[in-house]
């Protein structure tokens, strides 16, 4: 059986049972942005501290985080940790969108993107995907746990996923955001670091079994 019919099947089932349309949760752009760089090592909870923190210094936006002193920015940006690194990308990050062309194509955007200090692949892709709207498959930790548990024979590695997600289904932002919101969802819920794998209902796919998780 091919890849692509496990993956349709698979989340076929996952769309039964979970809404994910409030994923990524931000009010502008920007503030995906400034989520995909805060959220780096460290949980959700602690990202909406620190954005909460900016918001209330009204600095929320590139100019903002730009002309904010550099103590009150890191006292903002505390709560997420790493905070002298991830200031320096805020900041990277706020040039980027003051000279931000939308007009420009996807791979010179993220090329750009990843050519800033702390930015890597899945960061650049989370920003790509959420805050520009552009079609590319955002791979995390939750992604390759998932399908490695599922016994996919494909490449565990980012590129090896991404292509993988970008051949077997249409390349749209909005399929794409729907998608990884799923496999966030499913990982919190059940396919856990210790997965609660008697209470999944994934066990009714047909075709699963044979390719990993329920052998």
């Given amino acids: ?105 996807t791979e010179e955007l993220r090329n750009k993107l990843l050519s800033l200090k702390g930015i890597g692949k899945e960061t650049a892709d989370s920003i790509l995907l959420y805050a520009f709207e552009k079609p590319v498959f955002v791979v995390d930790a939750y992604t390759l746990r998932f399908l490695k548990r599922y016994g996919l024979e494909i490449r565990m590695n980012y590129n090896g996923v991404q292509s993988l997600f970008h051949k077997v289904f249409p390349v749209d932002a909005g399929l794409f955001k729907e998608l990884h919101a799923l496999i966030v969802e499913h990982s919190k819920a059940l396919c856990r670091k210790t997965p609660r794998c008697r209470e999944c209902f994934l066990k009714k796919c047909k075709k699963a079994p044979k390719y990993g998780a329920f052998r």
């Fill in 1 to 105: 059986m091919e890849i692509r019919d496990i993956l349709e099947e698979i989340f076929s089932e996952l769309r039964k049972h979970y809404d994910p349309d409030s994923w990524w949760p931000a009010e502008s752009s920007f503030e995906v942005a400034v989520g995909a760089v805060l959220t780096q090592n460290t949980n959700w909870n602690n990202v909406k501290k620190a954005i909460n923190n900016l918001k209330e210094l009204g600095a929320l936006s590139p100019l903002g985080v730009l002309n904010l002193e550099e103590h009150q920015l890191l006292k903002a940006i505390r709560p997420a940790g790493f905070y002298t690194r991830k200031l320096m990308t805020l900041r990277e990050i706020a040039r980027f969108f003051l000279e931000f062309n939308p007009k420009e194509k």
